[in-house]
């Protein structure tokens, strides 16, 4: 049967990109996106907003909600310092089993705990499986209207500590107009808007970065 397009995309990064060379991966998943078959990753315009906020936290810990093909997981495991850890959830096993050999190709699974299940399932168990105490950097990149139920769940479980940074992808494009609204409008978030432009297009779209203030 057919192959998928994660399937595809993955043989273009062992095609094109070289093992252990994190850019290679992340140039060839662009270069597939632009020239073969679009695929939802933030991809170079937007990641290079998310690579200045990574470099800028220079985070511990990391929390992903939405690996699909781990595009956005080498982007930001690769800027982490050593010892530091990226925690990343993914629901679809298909994906995951992709985003997994992507990311040893880009030679940073030992930075990268990726972990298969629903955000709301594992967000409350971050403590007492993974010993998490708080995050300090958490990308939102996952089904647009759980954006705003997982981040009140982490609010909920401890998981936001004062200056903990959020940066959500696709405000605009898709949109998550009641995410947005909540973190411009809640005392405890100081909110700021990156406008961009939806990934390998013309049309817009940005990030939002939030920090928790406790
Ligand atoms: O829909 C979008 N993203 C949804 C992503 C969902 C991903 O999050 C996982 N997940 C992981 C954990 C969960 O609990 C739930 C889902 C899903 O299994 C999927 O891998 C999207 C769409 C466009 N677009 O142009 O249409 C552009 C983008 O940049 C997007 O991110
Ligand atoms: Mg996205």
Same mark, same amino acid.
């Given at each position: 049967t057919r192959s998928t397009r994660p399937q595809r995309l993955l043989k273009a990064v062992q095609k094109h990109a070289t093992r252990g060379d994190p850019q290679s991966v992340i140039s060839a998943i662009d270069h597939f996106c632009r020239h073969s078959e679009w695929a939802?990753?933030?991809?170079?315009e937007k990641g290079s907003i998310l690579d200045s906020v990574v470099s800028e936290v220079n985070p511990e810990k990391v929390l992903e909600l939405? $690996?699909?093909?781990?595009y956005s997981t080498v982007r930001i495991a690769r800027l982490l310092p050593p010892g530091a850890r990226l925690i990343t959830l993914e629901f679809n096993a298909d994906y995951a089993a992709i985003a997994r050999q992507v990311i040893i190709w880009a030679g940073l699974e030992d930075k990268v705990q990726l972990v298969e299940g629903a955000s709301e399932d594992w967000i409350p168990r971050m403590k007492e499986h993974?010993?998490?105490? $708080?995050?300090?950097f958490v990308f939102l990149d996952h089904w647009k209207d759980r954006y705003l139920p997982d981040t009140k769940l982490m609010e909920d479980c401890g998981?936001?500590?004062?200056g903990t940074v959020l940066l959500a992808d696709n405000v605009i494009c898709p949109g998550v107009p009641d995410y947005l609204a909540y973190v411009r409008n809640s005392l405890s978030y100081k909110s700021c808007y990156f406008k961009s432009h939806l990934e390998y297009t013309k049309a817009e779209d940005g990030l939002e970065k939030s920090v928790f203030l406790g």
């Amino acid at each position: 049967t057919r192959s998928t397009r994660p399937q595809r995309l993955l043989k273009a990064v062992q095609k094109h990109a070289t093992r252990g060379d994190p850019q290679s991966v992340i140039s060839a998943i662009d270069h597939f996106c632009r020239h073969s078959e679009w695929a939802m990753n933030i991809g170079d315009e937007k990641g290079s907003i998310l690579d200045s906020v990574v470099s800028e936290v220079n985070p511990e810990k990391v929390l992903e909600l939405g $690996t699909y093909c781990g595009y956005s997981t080498v982007r930001i495991a690769r800027l982490l310092p050593p010892g530091a850890r990226l925690i990343t959830l993914e629901f679809n096993a298909d994906y995951a089993a992709i985003a997994r050999q992507v990311i040893i190709w880009a030679g940073l699974e030992d930075k990268v705990q990726l972990v298969e299940g629903a955000s709301e399932d594992w967000i409350p168990r971050m403590k007492e499986h993974f010993g998490i105490e $708080t995050f300090d950097f958490v990308f939102l990149d996952h089904w647009k209207d759980r954006y705003l139920p997982d981040t009140k769940l982490m609010e909920d479980c401890g998981l936001l500590r004062k200056g903990t940074v959020l940066l959500a992808d696709n405000v605009i494009c898709p949109g998550v107009p009641d995410y947005l609204a909540y973190v411009r409008n809640s005392l405890s978030y100081k909110s700021c808007y990156f406008k961009s432009h939806l990934e390998y297009t013309k049309a817009e779209d940005g990030l939002e970065k939030s920090v928790f203030l406790g």
